[in-house]
């Protein structure tokens, strides 16, 4: 089935550092959402995005909607150790069943205090 | 508003063994899914449900079972457990109209 492609799979980084994630698929997408999973929890939303071109912000999480509708892009500023976790991207295709999903393998975040 | 709530947290199984994993929602929801988490393969698609009633398959359905009497509940049934089974178990309620997903704790399943 189609695949997301994540990267980087995991980075560590400073304290106070910025952080670039991003997902890319070889065919468009209608949705793009990331989420952020915590050690022994389930994913949650951080941003959503519906157009191309979109750039929406939560806190000091920025997400953008590629222009070509093939990727999307996680922008982390001033990294806090609270920041650790797995950010997952995930997907809807155009005519794909609403609901479901297509999701990324992770990017593992570690951040040295 | 509990949102998406799972049960047990934590089980382990003798391969052979039967069980079902708990799923509700409070949130009114019509589409809910079951995924598995493993180790460096993300997020793989069970069974889904569009509603009470509708269920189908996902990308790996084989060695499970579910049902939808209810908008609000989504078991998902180990017929006969596997050690190939072993994995965190996430159940997901959708809200289609901005096709965002909200994901329970999960259930994190040892089976020896």
């Known amino acids: 089935g189609q695949q997301l492609n994540q990267s980087p799979q995991s980075m560590f980084i400073q304290e106070g550092e910025d952080v670039s994630m991003n997902c890319t698929s070889s065919?468009?997408?209608?949705?793009w959402l990331w989420y952020k999973q915590d050690p022994g929890e389930g994913p949650v939303l951080l941003i959503a995005l519906y157009k191309a071109g979109e750039l929406t912000s939560n806190g000091r999480l920025t997400a953008q909607f590629g222009i070509t509708r093939k990727d999307s892009f996680l922008n982390i500023s001033a990294s806090i150790p609270s920041d650790v976790g797995i950010y997952f991207c995930?997907?809807?295709?155009?005519?794909?069943?609403?609901?479901?999903?297509?999701f990324g393998k992770g990017t593992k975040l570690s951040v040295k205090p | 508003n509990a949102g998406v709530t799972q049960t047990p947290k934590f089980q382990v199984l003798k391969t052979g063994q039967s069980m079902t994993l708990q799923c509700a929602q409070d949130?009114?929801?019509?589409?809910m899914s079951w995924y598995r988490q493993d180790p460096g393969m993300g997020l793989r698609l069970i069974h889904y449900?569009?509603?009470?009633?509708?269920?189908d398959q996902g990308e790996v359905p084989n060695g499970y079972n579910v049902s939808r009497s209810t908008t609000e509940d989504f078991p998902l049934r180990l017929l006969s457990a596997a050690p190939s089974q072993t994995s965190v178990y996430f159940c997901?309620?959708?809200?289609?109209?901005?096709?965002?997903?909200?994901f329970g704790p999960g259930t994190r399943l040892t089976v020896l």
């Open positions: 065919s468009i997408f209608n949705t």
């Open positions: 449900s569009v509603g009470a009633g509708i269920t």
């Open positions: 995930a997907g809807r295709q155009p005519g794909g069943s609403q609901g479901n999903l297509i």
């Open positions: 949130m009114n929801h019509e589409y």
């Open positions: 997901a309620s959708t809200q289609l109209s901005t096709d965002t997903q909200y």
